[in-house]
Antibody, heavy 120, light 110 residues
């Protein structure tokens, strides 16, 4: 069974840093591109960042570029999102999502999310 | 800045049919954007419904279908049920590793 379990969320002050993790199981993690999607309270889904299966290619949405870093450790089946210079508008539930299979352009499995609260 | 548009809200009667759409602020949605659709109930993670325009994800009832209607992607629910009351999001692949979500449609079944 495919499982994605996020962790690392919590309360952080504006300007602070936080690292999110997404532990994957039930599939060959090293074969699948992975992504982070967030949802601010009461708002819609927003694409944040993605990383190729080997970690060599990454993508960031403009508002997080230069502040967030996505990475993965295929030996640990874990995806990361290092978040820095956090702002109030970064407050959201952060979901990791899998995109697997050759030529697939959608997110087939999602974690349950981890809440990041940015507040002084 | 690309904006993906969805109806903010929609209402359907039980047993009825509803079509939600997913458009672009400029231009037309085509299959090359690989539109996909997700259902989300409050407090839950999104659930994948439709991908690559019209392919149902595993376990999704056949009352959900996807298509291109005119210049938009569309999600049609035929024979709506009470538990279809959810938020529905489309997402388009813009190329070069970029995806853009629509703002979501809140569907009410009453």
């Amino acid at each position: 069974e495919v499982q994605l379990v996020e962790s690392g969320g919590g309360l952080v002050q504006p300007g602070g840093s936080l690292r999110l993790s997404c532990a994957a199981s039930g599939f060959t993690f090293s074969s699948c591109p992975m992504h982070w999607v967030r949802q601010a309270p009461g708002k819609g889904l927003e694409y944040v960042s993605g990383i190729s299966s080997n970690g060599y290619s990454t993508y960031y949405e403009d508002s997080v570029k230069g502040r967030f870093t996505i990475s993965r450790d295929n030996s640990k089946n874990t995806l990361y999102l290092q978040m820095g210079s956090l702002r109030a508008e970064d407050m959201a539930v952060y979901y990791c999502a899998r995109r697997c299979g050759s030529g697939t352009w959608y997110f087939d499995y999602w974690g349950q999310g981890t809440l990041v609260t940015v507040s002084s | 800045q690309t904006v993906v548009t969805q109806e903010p809200s929609f209402s359907v009667s039980p047993g009825g049919t509803v079509t939600l759409t997913c458009g672009l602020s400029s231009g037309s949605v085509s299959t090359t954007y690989y539109p996909s659709w997700y259902q989300q109930t409050p407090g839950q993670a999104p659930r994948t419904l439709i991908y690559s325009t019209n392919t149902r994800s595993s376990g999704v009832p056949d009352r959900f279908s996807g298509s291109i209607l005119g210049n938009k992607a569309a999600l049609t629910i035929t024979g709506a049920q009470a538990d279809d009351e959810s938020d529905y999001y489309c997402v388009l692949y813009m190329g070069s590793g970029s995806w853009v979500f629509g703002g979501g449609t809140k569907l009410t079944v009453l």
